[in-house]
Every structure is written in C-alpha cells, then in structure tokens.
C-alpha cells in the first residue's frame, strides 16, 4: 500500500468505529430514556398531594400501597401483605413479593412511608423514599420471571422501623443470599464531592467492586463505597438506622444503594421537581444490570 494511502484507511476504519459504537448506544439511550419516564412517573405519583406523604396508617399510605400491590399483581407476583402494629398503635403493611418457585434468593427491599403531614404542612417524600419505591418497581418488572428474586415495599419505617422488624420475622424461613436496599436514590443535590453529580453510593458494595464496575460500563457513575468519606456516618447509615439492619443483625450480606441525604430529606422540599431523573436513571440501570450476573 503506498504511504499515503495509510491515513486515509485509518480515517476510514476510525470512522466506522465511531458509527458502530453510536449504534450499539442507540438502544442503551433509549432504555435510559424510558426508564427515566417511568422512575418520573412514580415519584410523581408516591408524592403526590392524594398521597399525603404516605405516613403509617393513614389514607394515603393505604392508597400507595393498594397502587403497588395492583402493579406488581399485573407483572404476575405473588403478593403477600404482613401486616403490623407500630409502637404509636398504627397498623402498618409490608407488601412482599414472591415470583413463583422462588428459592435460596436475592431480597430487593425499599421504604415506602414516609412522615405524612404536619399540620398544615405536607412532607412529600420524593427523594426519601418514593425514588426507592420507584427503582424497586422499575425491578420488578425488568426480573419478571425470574425465580430467585423476592421484593419487599417496607412501611413503618418513621415509626421505629417497625415494618423492617416485621419483615425479618415475616422472611425467616427463607434462604437469602443477600439484600439490596434502596434508599433515597434521585437527588444529585449533594454529591460526595463537588467535581462529580453522576455519582452512587453502595455502602457494603466493596467486596462486589469488580462486578460493579462491570456493571458500570458505558454508565460512568462515579461509585463511592462509603458515606461522605466519615466512617462514623457510613456506620451509623449502613448499620444502625436503615431498614435493612434486621438482616445484616442475621449476618446477611446487603448492599445499600443510596446518593445520600440533602437539605431536603424530611422536609417540605423534598418534592418530585427537586430530582435528578437523568442520573437517576443511570444508577437503577446499573443495579439492574449488576444483579442480572448475580
């Protein structure tokens, strides 16, 4: 080939590089692009004003619940609801799922009540937790089907966690390989540092960091395998008061997917307007395709 010729075939399979990867993005933005819609269609939905923020006990909550159960019925779960009493009286409902046949499973878990209202004033809870609740449907029915999944949509969690200790006694029959819980995913208000918004925090992920960024791949989240840097936060959110704590007390591995608390966690500006839905959407796809090769 004569000399010159060179650049110019390189040019050209440059080129063809360049065409072939925008391909194989095509089908990746568009489902980033749905799963975004649908994430903004829920949180939309959980804080709503006719949910009340969902408090334990109350209407609101009850109409959440009713919503979550006709959806995962339509995705062909076995629903059961566990009920409870909170230390305030309260009755509470975990709505577990079951797909059928299921064994020697993996434990998808997120909040869904929150502090209803005050007053007057309404807490909302879009980032805490309706973004949960969001990503775990969004799960749902990506591993329809599949036989080692269980869901769990915890209330009680703004009354002592007393959902969560339900759900422990409720599941203690079953082999669970590990939990993943989601909890507080769609703000990129307070980012671990202030270079990077596309972030994720997976407290208890270090040991599956390979795996994770495997799963990362053409994402590009920015993962953190600690709470802020402070190992004393990182303790007190993995360990002490998140609903998950039950079953690491039973020496369960977990997971916790978080972007961590802002200034608008439990309050009134923690509305649906305030979240990220484009990060968001990348970081419930990377938990998706990381628990596909689970």
């Known amino acids: 080939m004569p000399i010159s010729a060179r650049p110019a075939k ?8 360049l065409v072939s990867n925008a391909a194989a993005s095509a089908p990746a933005n568009e489902r980033l692009a749905a799963l975004e819609s649908a994430l903004k269609r829920d949180v939309e939905f959980f804080s709503d004003s006719l949910c009340a923020g969902r408090k ?24 059961q609801v566990n009920s409870f009493t909170t230390p305030s009286g309260a009755v509470g409902r975990n709505l577990v799922a079951f797909p059928e046949g299921c064994r020697n499973a993996t434990l998808l878990m997120a909040g869904y009540d929150g502090l209803g209202k005050m007053g007057e004033k309404l807490y909302p809870g879009a980032d805490s937790n309706a973004s949960g609740v969001a990503a ?17 949509f915890v209330d009680g969690h703004n009354a ?22 989601l909890d507080i995913l769609g703000s990129t208000l307070a980012p671990p540092d202030r270079y990077w918004k596309d972030y994720l925090i997976i407290l208890g992920g270090s040991v599956f960091q390979r795996s994770l960024d495997k799963a990362n791949y053409g994402l590009a989240l920015h993962l953190y395998y600690n709470y802020y840097g402070s190992r004393s936060f990182t303790e007190l959110f993995y360990r002490k008061v998140s609903d998950h704590k039950f079953f690491l007390d039973r020496g369960i591995p977990v ?29 419930v796809e990377l938990i998706g ?6």
């Open 255 to 283: 997971l916790m997917f978080t972007s961590g608390i802002t200034m608008n966690t439990n309050r009134e500006g923690d509305t649906s307007e305030s979240l990220d839905y484009p990060v968001f959407a990348k970081r």
């Open 10 to 17: 390189i040019i050209l399979i440059l080129c063809l590089l």
């Open 136 to 152: 775990l449907l969004a799960l749902a029915e990506r591993f329809k089907g599949r036989s080692d999944i269980i869901l769990a």
């Open 56 to 79: 334990t006990g109350s209407p609101g909550n009850t109409g959440a619940a009713f919503h979550i159960i006709r959806r995962l019925r339509a995705l062909g779960y076995e629903v």
């Open 289 to 294: 395709s990381w628990l596909e090769n689970q």
């Open 160 to 181: 002592n966690m007393a959902g969560a200790e339900a759900l422990k006694a409720f599941l203690a029959r079953h082999r669970l390989r590990k939990v993943v819980s």
